[in-house]
């Protein structure tokens, strides 16, 4: 193997490991590598190696001929001072990727051959080329519900597992799709209020106008260590955090990075990738939402059920006490879509105010009441009015503003996008729908969850009565190109349907 000198290239490739050699290189001129192909790299005074996909380069501010660069998620890993040796060949398929091909001709695959791949994946040994093989394998041919099983399992076992040594860790999911969602930030405090113990780890957005994380980053600081987390917990009984610090089922996020631009969410793959991240943060009692409706992920309620039945099997086999709730998906829940928004509504929940989006405060009502009937003293049917009572006296409010301050408050709050565009009804009528995936399509244009204060207000909901001129909602942003793509996209598709 031939030696080069380590250079960092301050590039963010996204869960991807990518090395850059420059077009001049002896090395890259005598040894015959190519542009997309995996390289091994091996660092001379640690002996650490990876693998990474090579970028070939003509620019000798990115890379001089001589040197090898490495994008940010590569140099971390190698832990070495720019200038040091290493040495580089041409990488081997990984073994696993034979069962990859197996799953392509449509066999059915072990715990065995899904353990091997997930290692390997986790290793950084598969390109996003290789990842979307396996992805597109497994949607086209389909998961018997044991392979879901299997791959729930291999997910939590190349990650980190918590173990809270609680007889009752809830928790709670939604399946996504419909924005302004954020139940979790209300159903949190008031099943942390009841006593029982929930440490909520989210996600941040990856295509979504927001995440629970994303919004709870509005009011507090979401990324917190692991003994951080733990002793909120114990203190609170509860916690909003992001997921990403605890490294609970890590293989998870590099499959959606490569799922969602693809629009691709196959249910096995959609089961495994929230149980397994259940699982790991120790849960034993979950909720799980699947909203319904014309523009949600799920459409129909026969697939809701299948889908049901999945995630109950893969549950009782994982050793997780699980419930399925069907709820109405066929609009955004609440009024705010993205981040400072979202985290409005919440508040005045919270709050109680008399302006406050029922929909969203009913929604986590029922699903905290789900919740504390896990309590064994409570009865059942008793969840919801033991929920209603806590946030009506305050109680959530108080919980709630605990974990704020616990988590560590954000001093200034954080206000909405300057630059705004009303978007009114073309005509007369009741609004007959609402296009959940063009409104989010529209907040994400307007800079949502990256610009906190960008997103959507919405005005009128299902049912509700317009008059010609009316307005329909409000689109807020920080820079006027994003208020420009959303005044194109609106153009084309407003997302509501107006009817008689």
């Not at 200038?83 to 041409?90: H, L």
């Not at 051959?113 to 950084?124: K, P």
């Not at 943060?281 to 049901?308: C, E, F, N």
């Not at 919405?458 to 509700?464: E, I, M, P, T, Y």
Request: net charge negative; aromatic share 4%; proline share 4%.
């Amino acid at each position: 193997m031939s030696t080069l000198k380590l250079r960092s290239v301050a590039i963010d490739t996204y869960k991807e490991n990518v090395a850059y050699l420059h077009r001049n290189c002896e090395i890259y001129r005598s040894e015959g590598f190519q542009a997309l192909n995996k390289i091994e790299v091996h660092a001379s005074e640690n002996g650490a190696s990876v693998v990474a996909v090579l970028n070939v380069v003509d620019d000798d501010s990115i890379v001089e001929p001589g040197q090898l660069g490495l994008s940010e998620q590569v140099f971390e890993q190698f832990n070495l001072p720019e200038g040091s040796s290493v040495r580089i060949c041409p990488a081997t398929q990984p073994h696993s990727f034979s069962y990859v091909h197996r799953k392509i001709a449509g066999d059915e695959l072990e715990y065995k051959h899904y353990l091997e791949i997930i290692q390997d994946i986790a290793a950084n040994r598969y390109s996003k080329i290789e990842i979307t093989a396996y992805l597109v394998a497994c949607t086209e041919s389909g998961m018997e519900r044991e392979e879901v099983l299997h791959l729930t399992r291999a997910m939590v076992k190349t990650g980190e597992r918590i173990n809270w040594d609680e007889p009752l860790v809830v928790d709670k999911h939604c399946i996504g799709g419909i924005p302004g969602n954020r139940t979790s930030m209300l159903v949190v405090p008031i099943v942390a209020a009841h006593g029982l113990f929930m440490p909520k780890t989210s996600s941040r957005a990856i295509t979504s106008p927001a995440g629970t994380a994303d919004t709870m980053e509005v009011l507090s600081h979401v990324e917190l260590s692991i003994h951080q987390l733990q002793k909120i917990v114990r203190q609170l009984r509860g916690c909003l955090a992001w997921g990403g610090t605890a490294n609970l089922a890590p293989v998870d996020d590099v499959l959606i990075s490569v799922e969602r631009p693809l629009s691709m969410d196959s249910p096995g793959q959609m089961v495994a990738s929230i149980l397994s991240k259940k699982a790991a943060a120790g849960a034993t009692h979950l909720i799980v939402d699947i909203p319904v409706g014309p523009t949600a992920k799920i459409r129909s309620h026969g697939t809701a059920m299948k889908l049901r039945k999945l995630f109950e099997f893969v549950g009782d086999n994982m050793g997780l006490q699980l419930e399925v709730m069907i709820t109405d998906g066929r609009q955004p829940v609440g009024r705010g879509v993205g981040p400072v928004l979202e985290a409005r509504d919440v508040v005045q929940v919270l709050e109680n105010d008399p302006g406050a989006p029922q929909e969203l405060r009913e929604k986590a009502l029922q699903l905290a009441g789900r919740i504390i009937e896990f309590d064994p003293d409570v009865r059942g049917g008793r969840g919801y009015a033991i929920a209603r009572d806590i946030l009506d006296s305050g109680r959530a409010l108080e919980k709630f503003h605990a974990i704020v301050e616990a988590q560590g408050k954000r001093k200034r709050p954080i206000p909405l996008g300057e630059l705004t565009l009303e978007v009114k009804a073309d005509k007369a009528g009741q609004v007959t729908a609402i296009n959940n995936f063009q409104i989010a399509r529209i907040a994400s244009l307007a800079g949502a969850p990256k610009d906190k204060g960008a997103g959507i207000d919405l005005h009128k909901k299902l049912g509700d009565t317009v008059e010609k001129g009316e307005l329909l909602y409000t689109i807020y942003a920080e820079h006027q190109s994003d208020l420009n793509f959303t005044k194109e996209a609106v153009n084309h598709d407003s997302g509501y349907t107006i009817g008689k």
